[in-house]
């Protein structure tokens, strides 16, 4: 069962949320949060796989949550979930440390998939809004210099970085390389020390930066 937080600050959205993550699809809301402060104290103690963060909440908003969150040893994945196309507050999100974000009005099948996703840590952009998030990150982040230490990859842990790029899981990239999800492991954390790169995010971020793969209309 993968362990959730929901952090809201609309019950009725909670509720919601709980009916889509549902025990039957291997999800367990262990603690739910009205606002970012009780977000950062349940995150530790109810011991969550995956904290699932509204982004605009009264008192601490969900960037600052995520920040305070992450900023913590065995830290639990946050997926930023939002109605608002505010691609600043989103890119924001993703330099506080969130492994991605998901579009409130998806899909359920595609909300557990971004869950099951963040949760296993793999990252999730919502393709939808991927390119103007990935945008204002750049105008928001330092400027990048990391195209040379593209070369230090390997050509099949660049296909690995393209794959991540374009969004697909461990498992996804194992079926499409024919090689074992061990080894497409072993592929993702060469990629991230070579690169000096944090997580799964930042390695999509890293991938639209610079050409590796390039944003879908």
């Known amino acids: 069962m993968i362990r959730v937080l929901l952090v809201d600050d609309q019950p009725l959205v ?21 606002d970012g402060a009780a977000a950062v104290h349940l995150a530790e ?19 600052e949550a995520t920040r305070r969150i992450r900023a913590r040893d065995n830290a639990p994945p946050v997926l930023i979930l939002t109605t608002f196309d505010d691609d600043e507050i ?26 099951t996703a963040v949760a296993s840590g793999d990252g ?9 998030v990935l945008a204002a990150y750049r105008a928001g982040a330092p400027g990048a210099n990391g195209t040379d ?7 099949r842990e660049l ?20 090689v074992s999800e061990g080894t497409v492991k072993t592929h993702v954390g060469h990629i ?11 390695a999509v971020i890293f991938a639209f930066e610079h050409g590796v793969v390039t944003p879908r209309s």
């Not at 103690?45 to 969900?62: C, K, L, S, T």
């Not at 999730?124 to 103007?132: G, N, S, Y």
């Not at 070579?194 to 799964?200: I, P, Y």
């Open 14 to 34: 909670r509720a919601g949320l709980e009916r889509i993550l549902h025990a039957r699809f291997g999800f367990d809301i262990v603690a739910e949060a009205e």
């Open 159 to 178: 296909d690995v970085l393209r794959l991540i790029g374009a969004g697909l899981t461990n498992t996804e990239i194992a079926a499409e390389l024919f």
């Open 45 to 63: 103690e109810a011991q969550p796989n995956v904290v699932v963060m509204d982004v605009r909440m009264r008192g601490m908003d969900g960037v």
């Open 90 to 115: 989103l890119s924001a999100a993703l330099r506080a440390g969130a492994s991605g974000f998901a579009l409130k009005d998806a899909p359920g099948e595609e909300l557990i998939r971004a869950v």
């Open 149 to 155: 230490r593209l070369d230090e990859l390997t050509p």
């Open 192 to 202: 991230f020390t070579k690169l000096d790169l944090r997580d799964r995010a930042a």
């Open 124 to 132: 999730w952009l919502d393709t939808a809004v991927t390119a103007r």
